[in-house]
């Protein structure tokens, strides 16, 4: 039994016996198993598409193009290409595929993986941020394990259209798991 009517002992505004619907335990029980799997599967769709932005790094600040695919739950797997922008027309191409996690709470775990364009001199970076109320934008930190404090924030644009992407970096993405 999911819930029962059962009559209050008062009446309600319009002189009738009120009615309310009481959930029993075993539906709560089961709605709290099955939301977040509801939730988990609708998380990685909510960030799949394109998304253009800049990153600051190094190298200075630098364009962005991130590809997100759905993956499994809370997991999805993409591309990260970066360019030159007008500030920073020395900036070459390169792109490298990146797997990701969503937290609770929205937060967004984004981790290099393999390169597909790698420039001399580069590494990937990672990208921990939140996406913003809406979802069409997306901001946060680029974090660069075993090489220091290199780079400082990003900040992406949901875009509706798909964005030019180097025919180097058009590669399908392999399926990255996320490491726990």
């Not at 220091?148 to 798991?177: D, I, W, Y």
């Amino acid at each position: 039994m999911i819930a029962r009517r059962q009559t209050a002992p008062f009446t309600a505004r319009w002189g009738r016996p009120a009615v309310a619907y009481v959930i029993t335990a075993p539906a709560l029980a089961l709605m709290a198993m099955l939301a977040p799997s509801v939730r988990a599967q609708d998380a990685s769709a909510a960030l799949t598409g394109n998304w253009q932005g800049t990153y600051v790094c190094a190298q200075g600040k630098t364009g962005l193009t991130l590809t997100i695919d759905p993956q499994d739950g809370r997991e999805f797997s993409g591309v990260f290409q970066f360019y030159a922008v007008r500030e920073n027309i020395t900036v070459p191409d390169g792109c490298f595929t990146v797997s990701g996690r969503i937290r609770s709470g929205g937060a967004v775990d984004i981790i290099g993986s393999t390169w597909i364009k790698r420039p001399a001199g580069y590494i990937t970076v990672d990208l921990h941020g939140r996406v913003g109320q809406g979802g069409t934008n997306m901001s946060g930190t680029v974090a660069t394990p075993g090489y220091g404090n290199l780079c400082s924030r990003f900040e992406l644009t949901r875009t509706a259209t798909k964005p030019s992407v180097e025919e180097t970096c058009r590669v399908e993405a392999p399926v990255v798991s996320f490491a726990p």
